[in-house]
């Protein structure tokens, strides 16, 4: 297969954690018989640099003429770059809202998943995360509160502040239609989290979905009120699998998930829209901090490139080929810093970014050769 691929670079550490995984990337294609064509675009502060502007048309026009993109992460420090004293339109982040709005991405896929080898990372008690866990935050991404109408006036004489919840019928099957196609990759189950004893969007939630199951007959489906789902996910996370939510519920689901695999440097990230199109990016900020110095972690950059090749390629055994590659390294006792607990460095083989990279690509292996 031949594969057209924008890639974004961006700030901070995102050059070289993007490095990495086209390395893995590349490895993949020599194994399996592939060839990715990749360009590479300016957005975040590289772009405000070069252009002025946090993301240029023309550099939309490059994400828009490829199957997918693969970003690193953008921004700077909050309080000293010159970028965040710039009119919020202008800073860093704008490129991205830009970029998710241009391309229509609707859907944001989290997958949170416990890796035995790092279980001691995990928050939540032994007996729990002994378990382990393997889920998906599917979060409708372009809908709801953050989308409705707003307004802060004075009415008799204090201030008011309104914000809109609002969801179409379209919005919300769209969305459904996502998690059950990306359950069906999966372990066939969904679980949708509304609020619908108090609230109308919930309840009109409630009932697309339900409609949008009866063409999924293999898939079970539960739904599981927003209170009750927060509360699960610390006591029993090995019972989710793909966990369907509108925007604000799975903007707070998802950190409260990625909190509890023990490193936000694990944890990969896809926005698709209503093509196989997608963007794939780390969860990760750009920890300008460590950049340049050879440290961070690419695995959540080279696990986007898995989800990339999963769900826009359909390449379900070149994306296992990775993963399975991760596992191996961790296995074997390889760690960046930000997995090793304080006073257990002598227990793992201690690598900088370039060189987990070298390890995971070394580690791609088509079964049938």
């Known amino acids: 297969m031949k594969m057209k691929v924008t890639c974004i670079p961006g700030d901070g550490i995102g050059p070289e954690i993007v490095a990495e995984a086209r390395k893995v990337l ?31 048309d023309e550099a939309i026009e490059d994400c828009k003429s490829a199957d997918a993109v ?42 949170a998943y416990l890796y035995p080898e790092l279980k001691d990372a995990c928050p939540l008690k032994e007996s729990t995360s002994e378990k382990g866990f393997d889920m998906l935050i ?65 309840r009109l939630w409630r009932k697309v979905v339900e409609e949008v199951k009866k063409d999924y007959p293999e898939v079970s489906l539960e739904h599981m009120l927003v209170d009750n789902c927060a509360m699960q996910l610390v006591k029993d996370p090995s019972q989710f699998d793909v966990v369907l939510t509108e925007n604000m519920f799975g903007d707070i689901l998802s950190d409260e998930a990625s909190m509890i695999t023990g490193s936000i440097g ?68 390889y760690r960046t810093t930000d997995l090793v607990l304080k006073g257990q460095e002598k227990d793992f083989t201690l690598v900088g970014c370039s060189r987990m990279g070298d390890l995971l690509a070394e580690r791609i292996i088509n079964c049938k050769n």
Request: proline residues 4%; contains cysteine; glycine residues 8%.
């Open 70 to 111: 693969l970003m690193g992460s953008i921004g700077g420090n909050t309080s000293t770059s010159p970028w965040y004293k710039l009119e919020p339109s202008l800073r860093p982040e704008a490129g991205l809202l830009k970029l998710r709005k241009s391309l229509n991405l609707f859907a944001n896929l989290r997958p």
């Open 26 to 56: 590349d490895k993949v294609c020599s194994e399996f018989g592939h060839e990715i064509e990749y360009k590479d675009v300016l957005m975040g502060g590289c772009s405000i640099d070069a252009t002025g502007v946090p993301l240029t």
């Open 138 to 202: 599917m979060r409708e991404l372009t809908g709801g509160l953050y989308f409705g109408k707003r307004s802060t006036e004075e009415r008799n004489g204090e201030m008011v502040a309104v914000d809109t919840l609002e969801y179409k019928e379209s919005e919300i099957r769209r969305i459904a239609i996502k998690a059950f196609d990306v359950a069906m990759k999966r372990r066939k189950s969904v679980i949708s989290v509304d609020k619908a004893n108090v609230l109308d969007s919930s």
């Open 266 to 333: 694990m944890l990969p990230s896809a926005s698709l829209n209503d093509t196989k199109f997608g963007l794939y990016e780390p969860s990760h900020g750009s920890a300008p901090d460590i950049a340049g110095q050879d440290i961070a972690n690419p695995i959540a950059t080279v696990l986007s490139a898995a989800m990339m090749l999963r769900y826009t390629f359909d390449l379900d055994k070149e994306a296992d080929s990775i993963e399975e590659a991760v596992r191996k390294v961790l296995e074997e006792g």
